[in-house]
């Protein structure tokens, strides 16, 4: 059984950065999928980036060139820094993962999530 514990959300000013992570436990981070999806006030969970356990990356359109997904297997935790982040990023976060070597955009199909950590963006 995998548990994920997110940190790292917080207030931040349009234009600034934040930084999650997600603290794995259980049986070895390395051959699992993560990713990152969010849920803003009023609409469903949305996929903002995966990486897959050979390190393959997918980014939603929104957030290319902003927020870079990464792991470290020998910690068992995932990142995501996010950068010129936009009052449109407000969201709960939440780390998903799934002993798979590929991703999906389905929340459905992730095994495992965290409870979630706030970003909220102020414009």
């Known amino acids: 059984q995998v548990q994920l514990v997110e940190s790292g959300g917080g207030l931040v000013q349009a234009g600034g950065s934040l930084s999650l992570s997600c603290a794995a436990s259980?049986?070895?981070?390395?051959?699992?999928?993560m990713a990152w999806f969010r849920r803003a006030p009023g609409k469903g969970r949305e996929l903002v980036a995966a990486?897959?356990?050979?390190?393959?990356?997918y980014y939603k359109d929104s957030v290319k060139g902003r927020f870079t997904i990464s792991r470290d297997n020998a910690k068992n935790t995932g990142f995501l820094r996010m950068n010129s982040l936009k009052p449109e990023d407000t969201a709960v976060y939440y780390c998903?993962?799934?002993?798979?070597?590929?991703?999906?955009?389905?929340?459905?199909?992730?095994?495992?999530w965290g409870q979630g950590t706030q970003v909220t963006v102020s414009s």
């Open positions: 259980g049986p070895p981070f390395s051959a699992y999928a």
């Open positions: 990486i897959t356990s050979g390190g393959s990356t």
């Open positions: 998903a993962a799934r002993d798979s070597g590929t991703y999906s955009s389905a929340p459905g199909w992730y095994d495992y």
